[in-house]
């Protein structure tokens, strides 16, 4: 066993792609050691990379594989030899295609008889031999998002390659690739340390490349980012924000990274703080510092990819970089501000929300009626939500959202509070696009979860009635995106609202319907979404379906019937009597015309009927008061008690007797008792 090194050296890699590409060449080129059957020693190998390099790192790697066992199946026998047990042509040709004789190949039978067969074992291919196949196959198979040519060769990859390293112990493995031959020589930092960098062994990957000013080890680098920033902060008095998304851009941008503190005029605090943490972050890769109150301050932190001699003049950089775009921000916010709501929302006449549902003025209007008709439901003014979504969508014609989309919603609030409009009302507005991203929080107000429901409502019915509904990966309005946000903020608001009803209002309000969708498609759909959601927190297929076959009021009782049936699932009972009621359910659908509700205990034949009925009845007086208070978990649990009468009764008792009286009787009897253990949920989907 040796140590392995692989470096590809390039031109800076796309910073999106390149921790996946990384992974993708690590993963590459353990698969082909594996394909191989070469042994090697992995311990803590992660991938390794910066910008300019994609790097493999193993401990130990067997310099050869292990000795290599053939077998080639040859003629059978009745074809191999003739009557007089020489060899004919066809195991001649066998044989001198495997290099022997004939007499020296070895039998075998399978199931249509007995054959020759060839068999050898030969020495295992060295490891530096193969380590070119390895790496092409590994290069190959990388999802690289756009190839790039150089020069005039045929050859492509993500970015221009410029250097190879691969070391087997203390050997270079001579390999050609994308244009470069591979060597002992890698390059540091491109500004900090511009001479060769040489291995002597693979161990010394790592401490070389960082004498060189570069940190080949991303989780290292990231430490380093997250140490110096959260340091430069609480120098400043504050607290670093560090969005993950951006660190992680960042983390791929530096090989040596070197934090900055910088700041910018106090004026533009007076700017809603979400423009200026969108300038610093999604266009400069900067980090915000907040003060301990959690409040935007003039301060923030850049990351050089340089411990510069000059800093002032690095600082002076990133600090001009931003003054244009806060500029704007203010010119655009004050000059709405003078515009007015009112104004902004009088343009919405003139937006086209789709050309079949009408303006953007026309969507307001859906969204009000929905929302001042939910908010009485769940206990909010309906004024202040008729309010509310009256304003939701003016800021859309506002300079700052123009400048800043992802401002939506915030702008709106900020606007909002300028005009004294109720405060619930102005966070409403801001609230009404939670969750805006998967994993974010719903809306905390009651009053912007009305609006989000109803907003989603209507989106929702608006993209189906207007023939958008997602196919594949298409989904133009986001609908999937926005049934989750519905059905989650109806579950996790705890609002008992049917949805089928939510849903059948907000698509009569539409101006089109669809010829082949109807309300009860939308409610699938929305249903669709939660089967993933549901997925994530444990709940098997089986038990969504067990809920999804039986009637519930509304989302919050569905996900109480979940967590029951979950639980359910767990006793010593549920399998078998999951099954009693499969089987109960196919007896009674077989059943021509209407099943008998009367039971009549006179006709009880079988002491195992009557001890049932009793059980059953008992059962039901005590989860009748359970059931009305959505104790789902106590009933399931009551019911589950039923196991010992129900196995008896199905051993002992002929379902479809002969006499048509004790038949029916039967049947009544397996109705109720069916009908009362599929109160709760639809149990006989747990049975196989």
Request: glycine share 8%.
């Amino acid at each position: 066993m040796q140590p392995l090194l692989i470096e590809l050296g390039t031109e800076e890699l796309p910073v999106k792609a390149l921790a996946g590409l990384a992974r993708a060449f690590f993963d590459g080129v353990i698969d082909g050691l594996v394909k191989r059957g070469i042994a090697f020693e992995r311990d803590e190998a992660k991938p390794l990379y910066t910008p300019r390099r994609l790097a493999v790192l193993l401990p130990g790697v067997a310099t050869e594989q292990p000795e290599q066992a053939s077998e080639v199946l040859g003629p059978y026998l009745n074809i191999a030899l003739d009557a007089d047990g020489q060899p004919t042509r066809a195991l001649q040709g066998f044989a001198a295609k495997a290099g022997v004789d004939w007499t020296a190949l070895e039998k075998t039978t399978d199931n249509k008889g007995e054959r020759f067969v060839h068999r050898s074992v030969k020495a295992g291919a060295k490891t530096a031999d193969l380590l070119g196949d390895i790496l092409a196959e590994a290069l190959a198979a990388m999802p690289i998002p756009k190839p790039m040519r150089w020069g005039s060769h045929d050859y492509s990859f993500a970015r221009p390659v410029h250097w190879l390293v691969v070391l087997l112990g203390s050997d270079v493995v001579d390999v050609g690739l994308l244009g470069v031959r591979s060597d002992r020589m890698s390059r540091g930092h491109r500004f900090m340390h511009d001479k060769p960098v040489w291995f002597s062994t693979p161990a010394d990957y790592v401490e070389s490349l960082r004498g060189a000013k570069v940190l080949v080890d991303a989780d290292e680098r990231r430490e380093s980012i997250v140490r110096q920033v959260e340091a430069a902060a609480t120098a400043c008095g504050g607290v670093a924000r560090i969005d993950a998304g951006i660190l992680e851009e960042v983390n791929g941008l530096t090989e040596w990274p070197s934090a900055v503190t910088c700041g910018f005029e106090s004026g533009f605090l007076a700017i809603p703080a979400e423009a200026l943490i969108a300038t610093m972050e999604t266009n400069q890769k900067f980090f915000p510092v907040l003060d301990n109150e959690g409040r935007l301050s003039e301060h923030f932190i850049g990351i050089a990819n340089i411990e510069s001699k000059d800093e002032a003049e690095v600082r002076k950089g990133y600090e001009r970089v931003i003054r244009p775009r806060f500029s704007d921000a203010r010119f655009f916010f004050v000059e709405d501000m003078k515009q007015g709501l009112a104004s902004m929302n009088d343009g919405l006449r003139n937006v086209t929300y789709q050309a079949k549902l009408g303006t953007l003025a026309d969507k307001v209007q859906r969204v009000m009626a929905l929302a001042g008709s939910i908010a009485g439901e769940v206990g909010v003014g309906p004024a202040l939500a008729r309010r509310a979504a009256e304003l939701s969508k003016a800021d859309l014609q506002s300079r700052l959202v123009g400048e800043f989309p992802e401002l939506q919603g915030i702008a709106g609030r900020y606007y909002a509070a300028v005009e004294n409009e109720p405060v619930e009302v102005a966070h409403a507005i801001d609230e009404a696009y939670m969750p805006r991203f998967s994993g974010d929080a719903i809306a905390p107000s009651k009053l912007g979860q009305v609006l989000a429901i109803a907003e989603r409502l209507d989106t929702l019915a608006g993209g189906f009635a207007a023939g958008l509904k997602p196919t594949g990966n298409k989904d133009p309005f986001a609908l999937r995106r926005h049934a989750l946000g519905l059905a989650r903020t109806l579950l996790e608001g705890d609002h008992d609202l049917l949805l089928h009803a939510l849903v059948e209002r907000a698509h009569a309000a539409q101006p089109v319907q669809h010829p082949d969708i109807g309300s009860f498609d939308i409610t699938a759909f929305v249903y669709d979404r939660l089967r993933g959601y549901y997925a994530d927190r444990g709940i098997s297929a089986p038990q969504f379906e067990a809920v999804m076959h039986v009637a519930h009021d509304s989302l919050p009782d569905f996900d109480q019937r979940l967590k029951a049936i979950g639980e359910f699932a767990k006793l010593p009972e549920a399998e078998a009597l999951a099954a009693a009621n499969k089987r109960s359910r196919n007896i009674l659908r077989k059943v021509d015309g209407a099943v008998p509700e009367r039971i009549d205990a006179a006709l009880f034949a079988e002491p195992a009927e009557r001890e049932l009925a009793e059980a059953v009845d008992a059962a039901i007086a005590d989860t009748d008061p359970l059931l009305a208070q959505r104790d789902y978990v106590a009933v399931l649990g009551r019911l589950a008690r039923l196991r010992p009468q129900v196995d008896a009764f199905f051993e002992q008792v002929m379902v479809n007797a002969d006499d048509a009286q004790v038949r029916n009787n039967r049947l009544a009897l397996l109705k109720r008792l069916s009908d009362r253990l599929g109160s709760a949920a639809a149990i006989e989907h747990l049975s196989a």
